[in-house]
């Protein structure tokens, strides 16, 4: 018994094209369950055999064509015939193209608009850039390989050349269809660090951050410090997207690291930026942590605590309603009392005891009130408004778009390029510009993390 795989030319006068594609022979009958149906090597011959009878088809149907000339309007005529190679998901083809020339000026035509140096379909470039940026080059080339009939380019270091190149459009490109007005725009933007490869850059700073209107319209953006991507023409771009004009009221948002602010002011940000609560709140989760730790072995500290942990609670309802500028009066009322921890031994010889730890989370806190003071506001107040106080996204994006993929954890190390173009796939994937909905993964605004913050 033979099947044949064969394509029938339907809905047409004159006599159908037919054209066998591939012999089928199936295995066996159904008495062993590894028989059924195709295999991934059939399969993976079936879509190239299919790909190439499909391009032959194309090409037939292309050649038969005589362009108008551009410059008199007469009929071409066919001058010579051109060989490309372009690799499609389903394996390279070779396509005979002919080129054009008026017959009566001589103006010379082409049939297709592809760039001269065009060697594969969008859809592949997109398929390796999407791939690379979810997982290690080396990674996704043998999944490629292991899924596809792509016989080219599918080792880590021509896919890692197809993402750069990927990458570099993606910079260059305008604004993705400039969005419907918006009154009001919340920006914010922080910084990371991946592992550098070359010597003299241990640590390469990531920038990144997101754009977010009340309506959920979100984009994410970054830039590696020092690399070709201009971190503030990105955001002016993100702005743009999610429908930015002369009249949308800015809100920006950082940690308060001096060169995010200038970056800021770059993009268009004119207001001050407001420090983010989300920091402040994650440092003053390690201060109640600690204090919630301290021992209470003996009636001394078991009354120390009493008075510790409610000025630390103290603190944050002062931050947050906008009335601290510091810690030193939390800082002053707890040295009071601490004495009493003097000699305090955690219970894992090696940790270091809760006292301590306490001590040093507010001091930080402290240091970190001070630098930020002109950019503290009343959270609370705010809050209460249905503002935002910050967000706990871009902490979010960061993982996203530069730890999953680019960490210590990894035990990768970056070329300032190199990781500064897969940022920009990254980007492109989350804000749904290869058509994947990515955006999804995050909640558009408030999400849970952030409200689990506001102990107001
Ligand atoms: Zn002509």
């Given amino acids: 018994?033979?099947?044949v795989l064969r394509l029938v030319e339907t809905g047409i006068d004159r006599p159908s094209r037919v054209i066998d594609v591939l012999d089928i022979r199936p295995h066996g009958d159904l008495g062993d369950i590894a028989d059924l149906g195709l295999t991934l090597?059939?399969?993976k011959q079936i879509l190239a055999r299919l790909q190439q009878a499909l391009v032959a088809i194309q090409a037939?149907?292309?050649a038969v064509q005589r362009p108008f000339c551009s410059s008199c309007r007469h009929t071409c005529h066919v001058k010579d015939w051109r060989l490309h190679q372009v690799t499609t998901l389903f394996g390279t083809v070779a396509i005979r193209l002919p080129r054009f020339r008026c017959a009566s000026c001589g103006h010379g035509e082409t049939g297709v608009s592809w760039l001269s140096h065009c060697r594969s379909t969008p859809e592949l470039?997109?398929?390796?850039?999407?791939m690379s940026a979810l997982m290690p080059y080396r990674v996704a080339a043998g999944l490629l390989a292991h899924l596809l009939p792509v016989d080219a380019g599918t080792s880590a270091e021509t896919l890692r050349g197809h993402t750069l190149k990927v990458g570099e459009q993606l910079r260059a490109a305008a604004a993705v269809k400039p969005g419907p007005a918006v009154s009001a725009i919340t920006v914010t933007v922080d910084s990371t660090f991946i592992r550098g490869r070359h010597d003299g850059e241990r640590h390469l700073e990531v920038r990144v951050g997101n754009v977010e209107t009340a309506g959920g319209g979100r984009q994410v953006f970054g830039a590696v410090a020092k690399a070709e991507t201009e971190i503030a023409v990105m955001i002016r771009r993100s702005l743009e997207t999610v429908g930015r004009t002369a009249d949308t009221e800015l809100t920006a948002f950082t940690d308060g690291a001096p060169s995010l602010r200038s970056i800021l002011a770059e993009a268009g940000?004119?207001?001050?930026p407001i420090a983010d609560w989300f920091h402040i709140a994650m440092r003053l989760q390690h201060a109640k942590q600690a204090a919630s730790g301290l021992s209470t072995d003996t009636p001394d500290r078991m009354q120390a605590k009493a008075v510790i942990v409610p000025e630390v609670e103290r603190l944050h309802w002062r931050i947050w309603n906008g009335k601290a500028r510091n810690a030193r009066r939390t800082l002053d009322r707890v040295r009071k009392v601490m004495h009493v921890f003097q000699?305090?031994?955690?219970?894992?010889t090696t940790a270091v005891p809760s006292s301590r730890k306490l001590w040093r989370a507010l001091r930080e806190v402290d240091t970190y009130l001070r630098g930020q003071s002109s950019r503290l506001v009343n959270y609370a107040k705010r809050y209460r408004a249905g503002l935002r106080v910050g967000t706990s996204i871009t902490e979010g994006t960061a993982n996203f778009l530069v730890n999953r993929r680019m960490n210590k954890a990894q035990q990768m190390r970056w070329s300032r390029r190199g990781a500064d173009l897969l940022l920009q796939v990254r980007c492109a994937l989350y804000n749904g510009a290869f058509g994947h909905g990515f955006g999804?993964?995050?909640e558009p605004t408030s999400n849970t993390a952030q409200k689990s913050l506001l102990v107001a």
């Fill in 41 to 43: 090597s059939e399969a």
């Fill in 60 to 62: 037939d149907d292309h």
């Fill in 1 to 3: 018994m033979a099947w």
């Fill in 343 to 348: 000699g305090e031994r955690s219970c894992r």
């Fill in 269 to 272: 940000c004119k207001k001050p």
């Fill in 125 to 130: 470039d997109q398929l390796r850039a999407h």
């Fill in 440 to 442: 999804t993964l995050f």
